[in-house]
């Protein structure tokens, strides 16, 4: 069954440093998403990304978040310069549909990023 | 603005028991509901969903999930669980306008032999 695939499962960086967040989504799909969670606190929406752009985006993700395809299977979440609260779960997701609110999306195992 | 509430974060149970897992949610407008599923080490995955029509949804590993507009619920149930059902769960709602789920903070069900 196809997957969507996360790497790494865990990454530790310093403070201040880039960290690219890797995700190749199920082959056929056209939306792609990103999620985080923070430990002990809901899920939460950080960017869709549709026809290689940004399609909506939540007020987390401020400028120091990119998002970008760089070969069409890759699906990149970079943080340019950590901060410790940007430690958390990081959810990848993609989708197939077009009809907004109703897709089933389908989520990676996860990477966890922890800042120190 | 939409948002979910899961009142339980932690619900133990023994094997065959029944089980309840609450989600509430809140919005002004129409939502699609949701519930996913994560097993440890993996990723979350779609349990069931309510669009419209039935409000009583059920998913194929024996769970129910029955949308209540007047209590603003959409709790998951299952009248015998089995130890493969330990995992997290998780409540989400989609405006569908938008592109985004909305979850709750998810409700770990550990099932006990």
């Known amino acids: 069954e196809p997957e969507v695939t996360q790497t790494p499962s865990h990454q530790v960086t310093q403070m201040g440093q880039e960290v690219i967040l890797r995700c190749v989504p199920i082959s056929n799909h056209l939306y792609f998403y990103w999620y985080r969670q923070i430990l002990g606190q809901k899920v939460e929406f950080l960017v869709s990304f549709y026809n290689n752009e940004i399609s909506e985006k939540s007020e987390i993700f401020d400028d120091q978040f990119s998002v970008e395809r760089p070969d069409g299977s890759n699906f990149t979440l970079k943080i340019r310069s950590t901060k410790l609260e940007d430690s958390a779960m990081y959810f990848c997701a993609s989708s197939d549909s077009l009809d907004r609110g109703n897709t089933e999306a389908f989520f990676g195992q996860g990477t966890r990023l922890t800042v120190v | 603005a939409q948002s979910v509430t899961q009142l339980d974060s932690q619900v133990p149970v023994f094997e065959e028991a029944p089980v309840e897992l609450r989600c509430n949610y809140s919005s002004s407008v129409s939502v699609y509901l949701f519930w996913y599923v994560q097993y440890p080490n993996q990723g979350l995955q779609l349990l069931l969903k309510?669009?419209?029509?039935?409000?009583l949804v059920e998913s194929i590993n024996g769970f129910e999930a029955e949308f209540n507009k007047s209590q603003t619920s959409f709790h998951l149930r299952k009248p015998s669980v089995h130890i493969s059902d330990t995992a997290e769960y998780f409540c989400a709602v989609s405006d569908p306008s938008s592109d985004k789920l909305i979850f709750g903070t998810g409700t770990r069900l550990q099932v006990f032999p």
């Open positions: 309510y669009l419209s029509g039935s409000t």
